[in-house]
């Protein structure tokens, strides 16, 4: 037997899924579409994006990083991906250490997302972690991603200012922002310089286009041309080359991606690459219940709402029954806003949460109980953030190869018979 044919299906399937990274990274060079470099390594210039509670966990991020690409686990809440952990901290409710209880829980769980995603990986792309800067426990969990060996760190939802402090001592991993215009860009810049460190790579998120919560000051602002790519890219390129750090830091630009054609749109204005949150959501391999990707796809653009979350961010999601509800009733909300004596969920998962400290110019929902009920597939209560822009296979759920294949090669998968 020709010991260069393996009979061992496991190491078969090793043998098939390298060569499929192989032929992905040819098909993007052939369709002319240029590497990602980051954190020592070529990849493909295709990011999937951090999505919360649980929809981006170990199981997506490590299949598209097996690939060649980036894959982003969302740190926030991923007990609920493991029921001994939920076992221990579900119940809790009053106790005086409800709240550490649930926090370890959750730092356990984020170790164990990273490691299942490394092990799927195979070595092949980078593991990143989403940490919102708006979280109670966002330093706890920068510090457990840096520890349990994260390739990346991506944060949006406030400016990380303190980032290069917290990650002093992890030199080789990568710290990606989320910001939206050229201004904030300058300013995290400066102030990074300042302590040693440029960031190794920079999202540019697109309001209007982007889900889940969404880097402008209120809803007005959302189509503000100041964030369209044909502004900020040229902008940032611009003050990259009057402040001498030409070509050192990648533009990934994150919203209303699609296709090919948008890639290379992208990077010839400048980007190095795309990130994608809800076409990623909607492939078989996203952690999400079945219901839970059922409703992304088949959402459409009327279906779509902008309002003001819990955080006091704006935010994008599929008008769904309870959030058409609370759309309804939120100016009464607001009138009876007042500070709580406690977080719904015990954990205080937001530094600043609208429901719990009583602030009417914020939402009044608790949001880690609607996006676990969207997790859970719970489509009557689920708050069901998404992007704006068409998926590329419409209401199909397919896998994250084809989706690939589709961004980099342009080949649509066969139709189902």
């Known amino acids: 037997m020709d010991k260069l044919f393996p009979t061992d299906p496991a190491v078969t399937a090793h043998v098939d899924e390298a060569a499929t990274a192989a032929a992905l990274q040819e098909m993007a060079r052939d369709a002319g579409l240029r590497p990602l470099r980051l954190a020592g390594k070529e990849l493909l210039p295709v990011v999937q994006g951090g999505m919360g509670v649980g929809v981006s966990a170990g199981g997506l991020a490590g299949a598209v990083a097996r690939l060649g690409g980036v894959g982003t686990i969302s740190c926030i809440d991923l007990r609920r991906l493991y029921p001994d952990l939920m076992a221990i901290t579900g119940h809790l409710d009053k106790e005086p250490d409800a709240r550490q209880l649930i926090d370890a829980a959750n730092l356990e769980a984020l170790d164990r997302e990273i490691r299942r995603a490394r092990e799927i990986s195979q070595g092949r792309g980078l593991i990143a972690v989403n940490v919102m800067k708006a979280l109670s426990a966002y330093e706890a969990y920068v510090r457990q991603a840096l520890a349990s060996g994260a390739d990346a760190l991506v944060v949006g939802a406030g400016l990380p200012l303190d980032l290069p402090d917290l990650a002093r001592d992890y030199p080789r991993t990568a710290l990606i922002p989320i910001l939206?215009?050229?201004?904030?860009?300058?300013?995290?810049?400066?102030?990074?310089?300042?302590?040693?460190?440029?960031?190794?790579?920079?999202?540019?998120?697109?309001?209007?286009?982007a889900g889940g919560h969404l880097g402008a000051a209120k809803v007005a602002d959302l189509q503000d041309p100041r964030f369209d790519f044909e502004v900020v890219i040229p902008q940032v390129l611009e003050f990259f080359k009057t402040a001498g750090i030409e070509r050192e830091i990648p533009l990934i630009a994150a919203g209303g991606i699609n296709c090919r054609d948008d890639i290379l749109r992208l990077q010839?204005?400048?980007?190095?690459?795309?990130?994608?949150?809800?076409?990623?959501?909607?492939?078989?391999?996203?952690?999400?219940?079945?219901?839970?990707?059922?409703?992304?796809?088949?959402?459409?653009?009327?279906?779509?709402?902008?309002?003001?979350?819990v955080a006091?961010?704006?935010?994008?999601?599929?008008?769904?029954?309870?959030?058409?509800?609370?759309?309804?009733?939120?100016p009464k909300l607001k009138a009876v806003a007042h500070v709580k004596a406690k977080c719904n969920m015990s954990f205080d998962c937001l530094a600043r949460c609208g429901l719990r400290d009583g602030d009417a110019t914020m939402g009044q929902f608790c949001i880690d109980q609607q996006l676990g009920h969207a997790f859970s597939g719970e489509t009557s209560k689920g708050l069901y953030f998404r992007g704006a822009g068409r998926l590329p296979f419409g209401d199909q759920i397919r896998s994250v190869q084809e989706l690939m294949q589709w961004l980099l090669g342009g080949i649509r998968p066969a139709v189902p018979s």
């Open 312 to 330: 006091g961010l704006p935010a994008r999601a599929v008008r769904t029954p309870w959030l058409e509800k609370y759309l309804r009733l939120e």
């Open 268 to 309: 010839a204005l400048g980007a190095s690459a795309v990130q994608l949150g809800t076409a990623f959501a909607v492939t078989q391999e996203c952690d999400a219940d079945p219901a839970f990707k059922r409703v992304l796809a088949e959402a459409k653009p009327e279906d779509l709402v902008e309002f003001v979350s």
């Open 180 to 209: 939206s215009d050229a201004r904030g860009v300058q300013l995290l810049v400066k102030k990074w310089e300042r302590k040693g460190r440029l960031p190794d790579a920079i999202v540019i998120e697109h309001p209007r286009l």
